[in-house]
């Protein structure tokens, strides 16, 4: 199967064109306390609120992410394609604490997707 490409340039990001902003997704108790917050999540700027929150809370994978990543080569995949795996070497050079997180862009939820899809 061929797919044409539409709304990326060869040779660049498929991100490049899209303009991306921080925002802070939050959901609270009727009595107002606090139940989810997630500050500095980089999201499309043309996106809602609503968007941005259904992205971190539903979406974004909450721990166990490695902070440090490598892209392992795959024969007839686009680079831009291509999974990631720990990097183990510069994961080892940070303190243990840094080592893992959570997603904090939509990026990398839209990398994740689409190696799936792939």
């Not at 990326?8 to 009595?31: C, L, M, Q, W």
Request: net charge neutral; glycine share 6%.
């Amino acid at each position: 199967m061929r797919i044409e490409r539409r709304y990326t340039k060869t040779g660049s990001s498929p991100y490049a064109e899209i303009v991306f902003r921080h925002a802070t997704s939050e959901i609270r108790n009727p009595d107002g306390s606090v139940v989810f917050r997630l500050e500095n999540i980089e999201v499309p700027e043309a996106w809602s609120q609503v968007a941005a929150d259904v992205l971190a809370q539903k979406y974004f994978r909450k721990a166990g992410v490695p902070s440090r990543l490598k892209k392992v080569e795959e024969n007839d995949v686009p680079s831009w394609l291509w999974r990631s795996v720990p990097d183990d070497k510069a994961l080892a050079a940070l303190p243990e604490g840094e080592r893992f997180g959570s997603e904090m862009t939509s990026k990398q939820v839209f990398d994740r997707l689409g190696g799936c899809w792939t």
